[in-house]
């Protein structure tokens, strides 16, 4: 049973961090066709994640637990553990907190007045954030992979 547990945490670790990496890619590439579809790229990619993050987090987490929980080898108190929870609810916070939040008042800003330039420069901030997310999930991919404490 602990296999299928792991395989559906890795299937769903796939899904989240290549899903932000994507988005990542395609933003990208929208900013080479100007600062309008640049922004509109970042709030059309945050819709899609409110629909996609919040289930895969779910899974993440639940699996993960059930994992340290089932198995003799893991345990909360390892060093690689513990620092993958951490940045795991700091990611968690931040799509709740910030992400979320943020994309709903954007989107409405950016249907009732259109464009303009004070919007790309908070569209920009957000972004930011969302390039120390994919470090951030770099890291956790990295500390599930190497187990430092192990």
Known sequence: MMDWVLFVHIVVGIVWVGGVMWQEAHISGARRHGEEAYVRSILS?????GRVFPATTILVIGTAVWMVLGR????????????????????????????ARGEKRLNLQLA???????????????????????????????????????
């Open 45 to 49: 990619s945050q819709a899609t994640n």
């Open 112 to 150: 009732s007045e259109g464009y303009s330039p004070a919007l790309g420069a908070e569209v920009r901030r957000v972004h930011m954030v969302g390039r120390v997310e994919v470090i951030v999930l770099l890291i956790l991919v990295w500390l599930m992979v190497f187990k430092p404490g192990a």
């Open 72 to 99: 003799a080898e893991l345990s909360f108190g390892t060093l690689w553990i513990d620092l993958s929870t951490g940045l795991f609810v700091l990611s968690f916070l931040t799509g709740i907190l910030y992400f």
